[in-house]
């Protein structure tokens, strides 16, 4: 079945340094991809998605392309601030789910920013 | 602004206590999800619904129910609360895709501990 794959944490940077999350999927068909962000104490939100191959979101200073060729949809930002602090979701949209907008997500990443 | 909001953010229960948990948003969302997530599982889906009275199980149902009575409210109810129910709830909704709605808009979650 469907399913996503993300680099266990946690990662730890220091503020300004570059940030790469990996997130891989495996799914039939082109599925819509997002990347959601937990900040502490909060629920989930939209940071990006893309919904077609070699699309590119981008939000916050974060970038993320989906690659079909190699079924990925890294998530990258090039100067990570102390506020970036939060846990990183990767997630796919079922093909066939018709309307409900049912979602697959990745076991999440911690990223932590020291100042 | 999206608002979901949940009954409580914490909560503590018994083993063998039924257990109501709610969620109301006011965007007027036909589709409406519960969740739960644990460390290393990401998040994992418990029940859906996608209109007043229907409803779909998720990926892991056992040992859960769902209502829903009214388009802005769905609640999940724990018919027999065990400890290994102890975790995070998160409830989200979202307009259909077809709509062009995309994005899940979560609560703040619920942690939930069972002694």
């Known amino acids: 079945g469907d399913s996503v794959t993300q680099m266990e944490g946690p990662v730890t940077l220091s503020e300004e340094a570059f940030l790469t999350i990996n997130c891989t999927y495996t799914a039939t068909g082109y599925p819509s991809l997002f990347w959601y962000v937990q900040y502490p104490g909060e629920g989930l939100q939209l940071l990006l998605k893309a919904t077609k191959a070699d699309d590119k979101g981008s939000n916050k200073g974060f970038e993320a392309t989906y690659r079909k060729e190699t079924t990925s949809f890294h998530l990258e930002k090039g100067s990570v601030q102390v506020s970036d602090s939060a846990v990183y979701f990767c997630a796919l949209r079922r093909i066939g789910s018709g309307n409900t907008g049912k979602l697959i997500f990745g076991q999440g990443t911690t990223l932590q920013v020291k100042p | 602004d999206v608002k979901v909001t949940q009954s409580s953010r914490y909560l503590v229960k018994r083993t063998g206590e039924k257990v109501f948990l709610e969620c109301v948003q006011d965007m007027d969302h036909e589709n409406m999800f519960w969740y739960r997530q644990d460390p290393g599982l990401g998040l994992r889906l418990i029940y859906f619904?996608?209109?007043?009275?229907?409803?779909e199980k998720g990926d892991i149902p056992e040992g859960y129910s769902v209502s829903r009575e009214k388009k802005e409210r769905f609640s999940l109810i724990l018919e027999s609360a065990s400890t290994n129910q102890t975790s995070m709830y998160l409830c989200?909704?979202?307009?259909?895709?077809?709509?062009?709605?995309?994005?899940?808009?979560f609560g703040p979650g619920t942690r939930l501990t069972v002694t």
């Open positions: 619904s996608y209109d007043v009275k229907m409803k």
């Open positions: 989200a909704s979202a307009a259909p895709p077809g709509t062009g709605g995309y994005e899940q808009y």
